[in-house]
C-alpha cells in the first residue's frame, strides 16, 4: 500500500511550497491538484467559455485532456499534449480555477486522475479536499492555514519578486473572496478533515512548518 500525506488549507497558506520540500526530504511525489484546477480553468479560457456558464463548462471539460509527469523532480502539467505549467500561476488563471472547481463533472474527472496517482505512489497532495474526499484514508492529513492579511503579504511579496504590478489590498480582498467560495460550495467545500492536524503557519517561518511536519511524518511512518 503506498503512504499518502494529505494537506488541506486555504489558497496562500504555503501548501506547495511545505508540500514540495517535504516531499524532497521524504522521498515522496509531490502532487499539486490546484494546478489540475488551473490547468482547468485556463482550458476553458482558451475556449472562451464563460465563468458562469456551469452547463458549457460542464460540456466542454470532457475534451481536456490533462495529466501530469514529473521533470527532475518537478511536476509537469500537460493540456491536451502542451506543457502549461509556465501559464498556470497567474491571479487570473487562480481565480478562473475558483470558478471552475465548483462544476462536479470538472472534480469527477480530476479526483479520479488523483486517487490514480495516490495509489501508484508514495506522495503528499495538497489541495482543498484531499483528506476529505480524494483521500480518506491517507495516513497523515494537514490542515494549514494562515490569517488572510499574512496570506495576502506572502502572495504580494512572490508576485512582486517576479516583477508583476500588484496591490496588497486587492489581492486579500480576492483571497477573502476566494476562501468564501471554496468553504461555501456546495460540492467538496474546503474543511479541516476531523482526523487532519491543525497548523496554523501565521507567526511561523518556512522552515518551522517543515521541521513540523516531517516530524509528524517520521512519528506516523517511522
Ligand atoms: O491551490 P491553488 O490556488 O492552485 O488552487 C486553485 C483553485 O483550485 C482554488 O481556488 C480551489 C481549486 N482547488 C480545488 O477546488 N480543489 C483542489 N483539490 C485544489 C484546488
Known amino acids: 500500500m ?6 488541506d488549507g486555504p489558497a496562500g497558506a504555503g501548501k506547495s511550497t511545505i508540500a514540495r520540500a517535504v516531499a524532497r526530504e521524504m ?14 480553468a485556463l482550458f476553458m479560457l ?3 467559455v464563460a465563468l458562469d456558464d456551469r452547463a458549457g463548462i460542464a460540456e466542454k471539460c470532457r475534451q481536456a485532456d490533462i495529466t501530469i509527469r514529473y521533470e ?26 475558483s470558478a471552475v ?29 484531499i483528506g476529505t474526499c480524494v483521500l480518506p ?6 490542515y494549514l492555514t494562515a490569517s488572510s492579511a499574512v496570506r495576502a503579504k506572502r502572495r504580494y511579496d512572490e508576485l512582486a ?6 496591490d496588497l489590498q486587492k489581492i486579500q480582498a480576492d483571497i477573502e473572496e476566494r476562501d468564501y467560495r471554496d468553504m461555501h460550495r456546495e460540492m467538496s467545500p474546503l474543511k ?11 507567526d511561523m517561518s518556512v522552515d518551522q512548518v517543515i521541521s513540523r511536519i516531517i516530524g509528524l511524518c517520521r512519528e506516523r511512518f517511522g
Do not use: H, W
Not at 484514508?137 to 494537514?142: E, G, H, R, V
Not at 479541516?192 to 501565521?202: F, R, W
Open 192 to 202: 479541516q478533515a476531523e482526523d487532519a492536524v491543525l497548523v496554523d503557519t501565521s
Open 137 to 142: 484514508a491517507a495516513q497523515l492529513k494537514i
Open 161 to 166: 519578486a517576479k516583477g508583476e504590478a500588484c
Open 27 to 40: 522521498n515522496l511525489i509531490y502532487v499539486d491538484t490546484g494546478a489540475m484546477y488551473r490547468a482547468m
Open 72 to 97: 527532475d523532480g518537478e511536476q509537469v502539467v500537460v493540456l491536451n499534449g502542451e506543457n502549461v505549467n509556465a501559464f498556470l500561476r497567474t491571479e487570473e488563471v487562480g481565480n478562473a480555477a
Open 2 to 7: 503506498s503512504f499518502n500525506v494529505a494537506v
Open 101 to 129: 472547481s465548483p462544476v462536479p463533472e470538472v472534480r469527477e474527472k480530476l479526483v479520479e486522475l488523483q486517487k490514480q496517482l495516490a495509489a501508484q505512489s508514495d506522495c503528499i497532495m495538497d489541495g482543498r479536499d
Open 46 to 48: 482558451k475556449e472562451k
